[in-house]
């Protein structure tokens, strides 16, 4: 079964950046697309930003253009680089397959404060 585990959230100031990672086991990863989500206090998860198995990508528009999503599929890994970050990117951000999800991951938390 495949794990997902999140990590490189913090505290940042507004306009600052964060690159958060997502290791996934498994070889099915490879042959997935992969999305990352974020929920915030008392809100919906909601989708960020998907990436295919080729690498088109897809953001919502509260970071589009600030966000942009990567893969590593030879490291299993899939990559979210965020800049400009301001207080409404707090949030606990996890990554999974945008379709027939694998169980959760832990997330990771990101704060955005001055």
């Known amino acids: 079964q495949v794990q997902l585990v999140e990590s490189g959230g913090g505290l940042m100031q507004p306009g600052g950046s964060l690159r958060l990672s997502c290791a996934a086991s498994?070889?099915?990863?490879?042959?997935?697309?992969m999305a990352w989500y974020r929920q915030a206090p008392g809100n919906k998860r909601e989708l960020v930003a998907q990436?295919?198995?080729?690498?088109?990508?897809n953001y919502a528009e509260s970071v589009k253009g600030r966000f942009s999503i990567s893969r590593d599929n030879v490291e299993n890994t899939v990559y979210l680089q965020m800049n400009s970050l301001n207080p409404g990117d707090t949030a606990v951000y996890y990554c999974?397959?945008?379709?027939?999800?694998?169980?959760w991951g832990q997330g990771t938390q990101v704060t955005v404060s001055s």
């Open positions: 990436i295919t198995r080729g690498g088109d990508t």
């Open positions: 498994g070889t099915i990863f490879r042959n997935s697309a």
């Open positions: 999974n397959r945008p379709i027939l999800s694998f169980p």
